[in-house]
């Protein structure tokens, strides 16, 4: 695994599109496709980065914060006669709207709202009593877990959740709708979300008479079970009776922990399936079947459905275009940094203009273009509106935010990209050794509902390109200055045991250590004590499997991306992108 100290950070106001350079590598390899991010920078660009201070920030990500966590919230008057009447509320027409901050605290709460308005007003336009409020925020979702919604508000609260893609309401739940005190029994309710992805909450509240109170939290929950099938059931290492032995057997009337539920890869026998908590801290897979295991609570689910492409809600001057997207995060990296659109798809093609955070595109075509960054080749021809005026050109699709509905990454890496082909042959076919890596790989992965097995291909391509770029090559060969063992280059300063051992250029114990050893640990430590969530809290992981969980931890407490530490600054945003080109290639 590839360590590094952290680079001189530098400021300078430049359209990016290729990445950082001042970083050094040991593989430098165009096979490895694996070069960090660098920047063309004029030279008085490069005399302000001379007299920059060592260790200063470059930029700072917006999104690191929880933003997902921010309250916006629509307040209406209302009378005593159409107060509990929710279907007539048009907060379109609000009395007064107010930005209620952020309130996430605490490990495994996704969201939070607290806001105490005693006797008084919450806003000067809006009456002590008798008015109803609607407050959202978006919040990002795991596939199969479980969330539970309480509320210890005075008086009523309902909820609904949408997509926060289309905008389409999902699940509406009505919650504790009635007039009631902080002191009145907690409500509370579980969910299960279906698809991971991020997801529009909001709470609707009226207040009678009296004191005014919202309280109310989403968090992680592990619902408790019980075993009830009369001849108990097997705790299997994957969600799977199919290639594996049964860890043990649990009796009737064990009880477990559900931490999620997860369908089977490859059981069309027993496609569903809990992973699982035993009482003494063992974890495993147990087959999700009412006959088999009890629950002790009901979950309402959130589920998006079958879903034709995503309308946006973003408006482009209406054209329509094949889709839409907005300037990611990724391009931000000072205040000032803009993302160029070009007259061709190539950095050489002329500037037109100019984009920054946030900025609308519509997209009228993907397609394979020059290379920019680590050996990227996919562009968007897009249609823009500035000052009124309609134009196109095309931007590097790295740097784009696009709508996807089909649960992959996405990637800006063409299918056909010749640079990473012989990282798929080597996994696919070795030359270095005599058995294909992919079904290791599934079957490792299996354990974990988080984790695709292209995120695993993605990290060696990034690391050793499987291989090929070791010395020697194949997966007994060290790289990083010698400090790298093996195809995922576990470093022999912080895994002594282990490189000790010599299992390190086993390629299997090499792809086992790197996924149960050091990426699931990452996992679950930030998971613990972090409000990262769903995709971020996977870069957080992939982010320390390179630098390390201090550097991300620090970087997440300085408001900082979580790849702010990691060599080239751009290490999960780049395996997350390969793992996109390893799923157009067959890959999970």
Avoid: C
């Amino acid at each position: 695994m590839i360590s590094s100290s952290n680079p001189q950070r530098q400021n300078n106001s430049r359209p990016l599109e290729s990445p950082l350079s001042q970083v050094s590598r040991s593989l430098q390899l165009d096979l490895t496709a694996s070069q960090p991010r660098s920047l063309h920078r004029s030279s008085a660009a490069s005399a302000s980065l001379r007299s920059r201070q060592a260790g200063q920030p470059l930029y700072q990500f917006e999104s690191a914060k929880p933003i997902l966590d921010r309250w916006n919230a629509s307040f209406l008057n209302r009378t005593a006669s159409n107060l509990t009447n929710y279907s007539s509320y048009d907060f379109s027409r609000a009395n007064a709207v107010k930005d209620l901050g952020s309130q996430r605290s605490g490990n495994g709460i996704v969201a939070q709202l607290v806001a105490r308005f005693g006797r008084n007003s919450p806003d000067s336009a809006i009456q002590k009593d008798r008015f109803a409020m609607q407050a959202w925020t978006r919040v990002q979702l795991e596939a199969g877990k479980f969330y539970r919604l309480s509320s210890r508000s005075d008086d009523g609260t309902r909820f609904f959740f949408r997509d926060a893609q289309t905008g389409r309401t999902l699940t509406t739940l009505n919650g504790d709708w009635r007039d009631r005190n902080t002191r009145s029994p907690l409500w509370n309710q579980v969910v299960n979300v279906a698809q991971s992805g991020e997801y529009d909450f909001f709470v609707q509240y009226y207040e009678n008479t009296g004191r005014a109170t919202v309280d109310v939290k989403l968090e992680s929950f592990a619902p408790a079970a019980q075993i009830v099938s009369s001849s108990g059931l097997n705790l299997r290492s994957k969600p799977s009776t199919l290639g594996n032995t049964p860890i043990k057997l649990l009796a009737t009337g064990t009880t477990i922990s559900i931490e999620r539920t997860v369908q089977s890869p490859d059981d069309s026998r027993n496609r569903d399936w809990y992973q699982v908590t035993t009482s003494d801290g063992q974890r495993g897979f147990v087959a999700a079947d009412s006959s088999f295991v009890q629950v002790g609570t009901t979950a309402a689910v959130i589920d998006r459905g079958t879903l034709n492409n995503p309308t946006n809600p973003i408006d482009n001057g209406g054209s329509t275009g094949i889709g839409a997207g907005i300037v990611g995060r990724k391009v931000l990296l000072t205040s000032s940094d803009r993302i160029s659109l070009r007259a061709d798809k190539a950095v050489a093609g002329t500037e037109i203009t100019t984009l920054g955070l946030n900025a609308p595109v519509t997209i009228l075509e993907k397609v394979t273009g020059g290379y920019y960054l680590n050996r990227f080749d996919q562009w968007y021809k897009v249609r823009v509106m500035e000052n009124g005026q309609a134009k196109e050109g095309f931007i590097a699709a790295f740097y784009v935010d696009a709508n996807t509905s089909d649960g992959r990454f996405q990637t800006a890496i063409s299918a056909s990209n010749p640079f990473f082909r012989p990282h798929l042959n080597e996994l696919m076919n070795p030359t270095y050794s005599s058995t294909s890596y992919k079904p290791f790989i599934e079957s490792v992965t299996a354990k974990y509902a988080w984790l695709k097995p292209s995120v695993v291909a993605g990290i060696g391509s990034r690391e050793s390109a499987w291989g090929l770029a070791l010395s020697p090559k194949g997966p007994g060969g060290t790289g990083d200055r010698g400090h790298g063992r093996g195809l995922m280059q576990i470093d022999d300063r912080y895994h002594k045991e282990f490189i000790s051992s010599g299992l390190w250029s086993n390629p299997q114990e090499n792809i086992r250590y790197a996924i149960d050893q050091v990426l699931a640990r990452n996992y679950d430590h930030l998971l613990r004590n972090s409000n990262l969530r769903g995709i971020d809290l996977l870069r957080g992981a992939i982010a320390a499997y390179n630098s390390g969980l201090t550097s991300v931890k620090n970087a997440i407490a300085q408001g900082l991306d979580v790849d702010h530490f990691t060599t080239g600054q751009d290490y999960s945003w780049d395996v997350l992108n390969r793992a996109g080109w390893f799923q157009l290639n067959g890959w999970n």
